[in-house]
């Protein structure tokens, strides 16, 4: 079985240090999406929805999100993040948010890009919750990455 990187000798959790590993330019995308009903996909999609326009507020969210992921989640290390995108698109179930985070660094920015996604569908819910308290989110994953050692990664190489 593989040694668990963020854990030490001892079994207690760690940060790894990256501080040995080449910086190279990294990148990686993610995408999620959310369900909803017919009244909130078109409140949303027309702009119309009680709280402001969604899609706006939610892609900044995400961006946001992914600036702040080291502060979410333990043992990620915080990275100068040199571009997000977050893209949000309607289809006939809801929306599909799909973000793209690239830095010059010695770690990935995987995390970040889930991160963003997440952050991005629950403010979709959030700002959309009166429409439909039963929106679901689902299907968030990596879709790719590359850089650094391991080399470049995707999803339908793997499916």
Same mark, same amino acid.
């Given at each position: ?22 910086? %190279? *330019? &990294?990148?990686?995308?993610? @995408? /999620? ?6 009244? #909130? ?58 973000? %793209? *985070? &690239?830095?010059?660094?010695? @770690? /990935? ?6 991160? #963003? ?43």
């Amino acid at each position: 079985m593989p040694r668990l990187t963020h854990i030490d000798d001892k079994g207690a959790a760690h940060m790894v240090d990256v501080s040995g590993k080449a910086e %190279t *330019v &990294r990148q990686a995308v993610a @995408t /999620g999406r959310i369900v909803m009903n017919g009244e #909130a996909l078109r409140a949303i999609a027309g702009g119309s929805a009680a709280k402001g326009d969604v899609l706006a507020v939610a892609r900044i969210a995400g961006i946001m999100a992914a600036k702040k992921t080291s502060e979410l989640i333990p043992l990620c290390h915080p990275l100068p993040i040199n571009k997000i995108s977050l893209d949000l698109e309607v289809d006939d179930e809801g929306l599909v948010a799909t973000a %793209t *985070v &690239r830095t010059q660094g010695r @770690t /990935g920015v995987e995390m970040e890009a889930m991160t #963003a996604v997440s952050v991005a569908l629950l403010t979709v819910y959030d700002m959309a919750k009166s429409l439909d308290k039963a929106m679901i989110i689902k299907d968030i994953r990596l879709l790719e990455k590359s850089g650094g050692k391991s080399g470049d990664w995707r999803a339908d190489e793997q499916e």
